[in-house]
């Protein structure tokens, strides 16, 4: 009588590709949420490039792919308005208005984080104040003021009043300065610096991802702006800013809504190209501002 033993299963090893395989549907699991955020947040933008290569006749439709690629579309845009100086009127704004509120909101910001002097928290709570203000209260005394002056139908109005600071600038750079230890300050007035120099030489080396943070917040604010142009540079077509232009393409009659989009793409490329290079020091100055309160 013979005896039959049953053999084990045999296991075949997974294959390379079905590892590969497995990893990529995991990783997928993992970040199902953030593809599905991710998509939600880019569909619009890819319909935005696609109606602006469309012709104007297709444009809003019920059709989401192009019937025939129009990217003339992009040079009928310098042809219809004249997109480079408007262009050269946002970079003036954008770049003046956020290299004025640096200048004087760090120094603003310094006092009311390191610096001990009675009425401080008042200072402080003012500026709070100041941030919760809508901007539409004090319009019509800033525009009367402005218009006394004749400067109405320039950029002043919009670049000046930085020189004065920003409140929410002064908020977010005063909360970032928190984070740095006071023991760094002491030790540069034991050598002898005064309160500027241990500003300028102590406190803006560690204070760049919080400043780079303000600046960018200014600059994109400054960018895409569009009350305060229609409100000071309306009267005058030479002191448009992009959104203020991107705004004249609407006609009474008829819209071309394809060159519209065209011009949009072009006025958001610049700002994207801007905050892929400066991304790193924005989250981290983001991130670390807030720690103290």
Same mark, same amino acid.
């Given at each position: 009588?013979?005896?039959?033993?049953?053999?084990?299963?045999?296991?075949?090893? #997974?294959?390379? $590709?079905?590892?590969? $395989?497995?990893?990529?549907?995991?990783?997928?699991?993992?970040?199902?949420?953030?593809?599905?955020?991710?998509?939600?947040?880019?569909? #619009? =933008?890819? !319909?935005?490039?696609?109606?602006? @290569?469309?012709?104007?006749?297709?444009?809003?439709?019920?059709?989401?792919? #192009?019937?025939?690629?129009?990217?003339?579309?992009? @040079? +009928? =845009?310098?042809?219809?308005?004249?997109?480079?100086? !408007?262009?050269?009127?946002? =970079?003036? !704004?954008?770049?003046?208005?956020?290299?004025?509120?640096?200048?004087? *909101?760090? #120094? %603003? &910001?310094?006092?009311?984080?390191? /610096?001990?002097? +009675?009425?401080?928290? %008042?200072?402080?709570?003012?500026?709070?104040? =100041?941030?919760?203000?809508?901007?539409?209260?004090?319009?019509?005394?800033?525009?009367?003021?402005?218009? $006394?002056?004749?400067?109405?139908?320039?950029?002043?109005?919009?670049?000046?009043?930085?020189?004065?600071?920003?409140?929410?600038?002064?908020?977010?750079? +005063?909360?970032?300065? /928190?984070?740095?230890?006071?023991?760094? /300050?002491?030790?540069?007035?034991?050598?002898?610096?005064?309160?500027?120099?241990?500003?300028? +030489? @102590? @406190?803006?080396?560690?204070?760049?991802?919080?400043?780079?943070?303000?600046?960018?917040?200014?600059?994109?604010?400054?960018?895409?702006?569009?009350?305060?142009?229609?409100? !000071?540079?309306?009267?005058?077509?030479? *002191?448009?800013?992009?959104?203020?232009?991107? &705004?004249?393409?609407?006609?009474?009659?008829?819209?071309?809504?394809? /060159?519209?989009t065209a011009a949009t793409v072009l006025a958001m490329a610049p700002i994207v190209v801007v905050f892929f290079f400066a991304q790193k020091a924005f989250v981290q100055g983001v991130t670390l501002t807030g720690v103290k309160g």
């Open positions: 009588m013979t005896t039959l033993l049953e053999r084990p299963p045999r296991t075949v090893a #997974p294959t390379d $590709r079905q590892v590969r $395989r497995q990893n990529r549907l995991a990783w997928i699991a993992r970040h199902s949420l953030a593809i599905v955020l991710a998509i939600m947040f880019l569909t #619009p =933008v890819g !319909y935005l490039l696609l109606i602006s @290569v469309m012709t104007s006749d297709q444009a809003l439709t019920s059709d989401y792919w #192009p019937n025939t690629w129009h990217f003339d579309n992009y @040079v +009928r =845009v310098f042809q219809v308005t004249p997109l480079p100086r !408007y262009l050269l009127n946002t =970079v003036i !704004y954008a770049v003046l208005a956020t290299a004025f509120m640096l200048l004087s *909101s760090v #120094p %603003a &910001a310094y006092a009311l984080a390191k /610096l001990r002097f +009675r009425g401080r928290n %008042a200072m402080f709570l003012a500026v709070i104040c =100041v941030m919760m203000l809508p901007p539409q209260v004090v319009t019509v005394p800033l525009y009367l003021m402005w218009a $006394r002056y004749g400067l109405t139908g320039s950029l002043t109005p919009l670049i000046v009043p930085m020189l004065f600071g920003d409140a929410f600038c002064i908020f977010l750079l +005063r909360q970032f300065l /928190l984070t740095i230890p006071s023991d760094y /300050l002491d030790a540069a007035r034991v050598d002898g610096c005064g309160e500027w120099r241990t500003l300028i +030489r @102590v @406190v803006l080396p560690m204070a760049r991802p919080g400043i780079a943070a303000a600046g960018l917040f200014q600059f994109f604010y400054a960018w895409n702006d569009y009350y305060g142009p229609l409100l !000071y540079t309306s009267e005058n077509e030479r *002191s448009w800013t992009l959104s203020l232009g991107l &705004a004249s393409f609407h006609g009474v009659h008829h819209v071309d809504w394809n /060159l519209v």
